[in-house]
């Protein structure tokens, strides 16, 4: 499998990371981070080919890379607005562009909460056409106690709609 994740906004960047992180080694990294997004340090448990996010002429840019998937976590309300409008003027927003244009499936973890009319405005329109709004919310049923293990559970959860094998958390028996 071939995945493009985009790193967008500032607040919650640690998610992304840990979500490449956690990828299972089959599968062919592409990692973008936005000029918003904090520094992301190193990328400890497996190689990833890095994109600057002003080349919308890099490969993942291009419907004919075939890329299988793209996540955008997190997903700033700009980002998030801009794919929603049509707008592609750096790369996360192309990469997601082509995913929409190919019929791939394309994942958000908007992060901004409370959410304002315009932001769910967006999210309705965007899901209408197939894309994933996961925001990274909360699952209560997980019998969670520790940070780690939320953000293993959200990891989980992502990449189950994205049909991405794991066992970041404990299912439902």
């Not at 997004?37 to 080919?49: D, P």
């Not at 293990?149 to 994205?162: S, V």
């Amino acid at each position: 499998m071939r995945l493009v994740i985009a790193i967008t906004g500032a607040s919650g960047v640690h998610l992304g990371k840990k979500f490449v992180d956690y990828l299972p080694a089959s599968i062919e990294a592409h990692v973008v981070v936005s000029d918003n997004a904090l520094t992301v340090e190193s990328f400890e448990n497996r190689q990833v080919t890095l994109h600057n996010s002003d080349n919308i002429a890099a490969s993942i840019s291009s419907g004919s890379f075939q890329v299988d998937a793209t996540a955008i976590i997190p997903c700033s309300m700009n980002t998030l607005a801009k794919i929603a409008c049509g707008i592609s003027d750096n790369l996360p927003t192309r990469v997601a562009a082509v995913a929409l244009k190919e019929r791939k499936p394309l994942l958000l973890a908007p992060r901004e909460l409370p959410f304002s009319a315009i932001a769910l405005e967006n999210m309705q329109k965007l899901a209408a056409l197939g894309v994933i709004i996961a925001p990274p919310v909360m699952g209560y049923y997980s019998a969670v106690s520790l940070m780690e293990e939320m953000e293993r559970f959200l990891i989980g959860k992502w990449y189950d709609a994205l049909d991405i094998p794991n066992d970041l958390y404990t299912r439902w028996k």
